[in-house]
């Protein structure tokens, strides 16, 4: 089974989240629309994982602030994950965006607070076992996120650098060959 995590602001309706589901239809795939208040978030994907997990192996795919998300449960679980323009420090991007927030999906707004960013902290993951389970998909276009915070970070993860792009991750259907390859679903 394959998870998608949205981004700050986004859905699981959003456009890469249908890619992944239309790609990968011979496979479980769910890609919820999570809370923005980062607890709740979390805690929803902890409690797929966990039910899912009974019965079948779980494979990440986090985008933007996603991305962040997914390393946490990744390194919680000791899950594959596949990360894409990941935000490596929202604590740090995610505090300029405070106040009234819109969600890219719907249109809707939301009130993203201070208390929302130090929330984010508690999901850092100081160390990582095995650098092995994660592919890291960047593009140094992006105009949101440093690619090279990532790359940085995780120096031993499966790594392709697009030059180019943007933060939504142009083309990103091209990559899921790579992706059903790394997760080993043939």
Request: aromatic letters at 14%; glycine letters at 6%; one cysteine or more.
């Amino acid at each position: 089974m394959i998870i998608y995590i949205h981004g700050f602001g986004g859905s699981g309706e959003g456009v890469k989240a249908k890619i992944v589901r239309d790609y990968f239809k011979e496979q479980r795939v769910f890609a919820p629309s999570l809370s923005y208040v980062p607890e709740l978030a979390i805690q929803t994907m902890v409690d797929l994982i966990r039910l899912c997990k009974k019965d079948e192996e779980v494979y990440l795919i986090g985008s933007s602030l996603g991305g962040y998300y997914a390393l946490y449960l990744a390194e919680r679980f000791d899950l594959k994950v596949v990360l894409l323009n990941p935000s490596i420090y929202p604590y740090k991007t995610l505090a300029e965006w405070t106040g009234q927030a819109r969600n890219f999906y719907d249109e809707s707004t939301f009130m993203w607070s201070e208390k929302h960013v130090e929330m984010l902290r508690q999901y850092e993951v100081s160390y990582l076992r095995d650098q092995k389970k994660i592919m890291l998909l960047v593009q140094s276009g992006d105009e949101t996120l440093d690619h090279r915070e990532a790359v940085s970070r995780l120096p031993q993860a499966k790594t392709i650098i697009d030059e180019g792009g943007s933060h939504s991750f142009e083309d990103f259907s091209s990559k899921l060959h790579i992706i059903r390859i790394f997760f080993e679903l043939f």
